[in-house]
C-alpha cells in the first residue's frame, strides 16, 4: 500500500471516529445535567471510551459472519435504551426527590456507555467486511468518544447550574430525542 491510501485511510478512519464520538458528546451533554464530580466525569469518560474500543473490535471480528441485518438491530436497541434513560430522568425531574432516577455509577455506568457504543458495534461490522486497520480504528475510536464525551460531560455541568431545576429534564429530553434519532 502506498503512502497516499494508507493516508487516506487514516483520514476516513478519523472522520469515522468523531462522528461515533460525537454521538458520545451529545448524549454526555445530556447526562452532564446531573450534578457530577470532575473524578466521576473522568471515569464515564474512560469507560465510554473502553467500550469504543470494545464493540467495534467485536463488530470487526464477527463482520466476516454477521449479516448488515445486525448493525440496524443494535442501533434501535441503542436507541431503545437511550428513550428509556431519557424517560427515566425525565420522569425524575417531576419527583421531589433531589437524587436523579438515573446515575452513570456502577450498573447504570455499564448500561450508559453500552447504549452509547452500540452503534460502533454496526460500524465495525461494516469496518471488519472492509479489511481496515484494527489497530489504529481501536485507538482512533476509543481516544476520540472519551474525549468528546468529557466535552459533553463538562459542558453539561456548565449548562446545568444556568437551568437549575429544570436541568435534569432538559437532559432527559436530549437523550430522549437522541434515542428516537436513533430508531427512525
Given at each position: 500500500?502506498d503512502?497516499?491510501?494508507?493516508?487516506?485511510?487514516?483520514?476516513t478512519?478519523?472522520?469515522?471516529?468523531i462522528?461515533?464520538?460525537?454521538d458520545?458528546?451529545s448524549?454526555?451533554?445530556?447526562?452532564?445535567?446531573i450534578?457530577?464530580r470532575?473524578?466521576?466525569?473522568g471515569?464515564?469518560g474512560?469507560?465510554?471510551?473502553?467500550?469504543?474500543?470494545?464493540?467495534?473490535?467485536?463488530?470487526?471480528?464477527?463482520?466476516?459472519?454477521?449479516s448488515?441485518q445486525?448493525g440496524?438491530?443494535?442501533?434501535?436497541?441503542?436507541?431503545?435504551?437511550?428513550?428509556?434513560?431519557?424517560?427515566?430522568?425525565?420522569y425524575s425531574s417531576?419527583?421531589?426527590?433531589?437524587?436523579?432516577a438515573f446515575?452513570?455509577?456502577?450498573?447504570?455506568?455499564i448500561i450508559?456507555?453500552?447504549s452509547?457504543?452500540?452503534?460502533?458495534?454496526s460500524?465495525?461490522?461494516s469496518?471488519g467486511?472492509?479489511?481496515?486497520?484494527?489497530?489504529?480504528?481501536?485507538?482512533?475510536?476509543g481516544l476520540?468518544?472519551?474525549?468528546?464525551?468529557?466535552?459533553?460531560?463538562?459542558?453539561?455541568?456548565?449548562?446545568?447550574?444556568l437551568?437549575?431545576t429544570y436541568?435534569?429534564m432538559f437532559?432527559?429530553?436530549i437523550l430522549c430525542?437522541?434515542g428516537l434519532q436513533?430508531?427512525?
Amino acid at each position: 500500500m502506498d503512502s497516499v491510501s494508507i493516508m487516506g485511510e487514516m483520514i476516513t478512519l478519523a472522520m469515522m471516529a468523531i462522528a461515533l464520538g460525537m454521538d458520545a458528546f451529545s448524549i454526555g451533554l445530556g447526562m452532564g445535567m446531573i450534578p457530577l464530580r470532575l473524578r466521576k466525569i473522568g471515569t464515564i469518560g474512560l469507560t465510554v471510551g473502553m467500550f469504543h474500543v470494545i464493540m467495534p473490535f467485536g463488530g470487526m471480528v464477527l463482520g466476516r459472519f454477521l449479516s448488515a441485518q445486525l448493525g440496524s438491530v443494535a442501533t434501535v436497541a441503542g436507541g431503545v435504551l437511550l428513550l428509556i434513560l431519557g424517560a427515566q430522568m425525565f420522569y425524575s425531574s417531576f419527583t421531589k426527590d433531589e437524587t436523579p432516577a438515573f446515575t452513570p455509577v456502577g450498573f447504570g455506568l455499564i448500561i450508559f456507555s453500552l447504549s452509547v457504543s452500540l452503534d460502533s458495534f454496526s460500524v465495525g461490522l461494516s469496518l471488519g467486511m472492509s479489511g481496515a486497520r484494527t489497530l489504529v480504528t481501536l485507538i482512533l475510536f476509543g481516544l476520540a468518544s472519551t474525549v468528546l464525551t468529557w466535552g459533553g460531560l463538562l459542558l453539561g455541568k456548565k449548562v446545568q447550574g444556568l437551568l437549575g431545576t429544570y436541568s435534569e429534564m432538559f437532559g432527559g429530553s436530549i437523550l430522549c430525542a437522541f434515542g428516537l434519532q436513533l430508531i427512525l
